[in-house]
């Protein structure tokens, strides 16, 4: 089973700043590597798939990066709605995993 | 869009089988694989399986083969039923549906399902 490694666990940040999230990877999955935010009292919704395309209608500040075992999901200026956790996923294994989560806070 | 709503019980008992059904509107059941995906505060988010439209069907090895997912195709309606439950299945339960089962693109609003005698 790939284990996925999210870092931080807490990420606390102002509007309009940069976000830096991490997902690292016990064996290499590729390019199969997904990004989902779950904003509180709701389920998670798809943002960024196969490492860095965005879902429908995700805004453009979200981006992702990386291959192999380490990833990131960059986003560029904090909005007060992007607070949520958030979590990475794998499909190059079976079965498929997801990381732990980063919460991200708004100040 | 797909939408998406989790229906049945919110309290089973120990030993006894969970049954949660997913109701689909907005698009064909054709255009998708149907996802079942829980989470819970010990265990966080692990996919439990999907099926296609056909019937074909994957779970997730650690539940031991105590699950099964069906599709009624008739009633736009796929299953979730898992067997011998135990406190450890207690979890927020979400269907899903994945374009060309690589990810999970649509959710559920999630149900809660408790476990306990």
């Known amino acids: 089973e790939v284990d996925l490694t999210q870092s931080p666990a807490t990420l606390s940040l102002s509007p309009g700043e940069r976000a830096t999230l991490s997902c690292r990877a016990s064996?290499?999955?590729?390019?199969?590597l997904a990004w989902y935010q779950q904003r509180p009292g709701q389920a998670p919704r798809l943002l960024i798939h196969?490492?860095?395309s965005r879902a429908t209608g995700i805004p453009a500040r979200f981006s992702g990066s990386g291959s192999g075992t380490d990833f990131t999901l960059t986003i560029s200026s904090l909005e007060p709605e992007d607070a949520a956790f958030y979590y990475c996923q794998q499909r190059s294994k079976w079965p498929r995993t997801f990381g732990q989560g980063t919460r991200l806070e708004i100040k | 869009q797909v939408q998406l709503q989790e229906s049945g019980p919110g309290l089973v008992k120990p030993s006894e089988t969970l049954s949660l059904t997913c109701t689909v509107s907005?698009?064909?059941?054709?255009?998708?694989?149907w996802t079942w995906t829980r989470q819970s505060p010990g265990t966080g988010l692990e996919f439990l399986g999907y099926i296609s439209y056909s019937g074909r069907a994957n779970y997730m090895p650690s539940l031991k083969r105590r699950a099964t997912i069906s599709v009624d195709t008739s009633k736009n309606q796929f299953s979730l039923k898992l067997y011998y439950v135990t406190a450890a299945d207690t979890a927020v339960y979400y269907c899903g549906a994945s374009i060309e089962a690589r990810w999970l693109d649509f959710w559920g609003q999630g149900m809660v399902v408790t476990v306990s005698s």
């Open positions: 196969d490492v860095s």
């Open positions: 064996q290499n999955v590729n390019s199969y």
């Open positions: 907005g698009d064909s059941m054709r255009n998708y694989y």
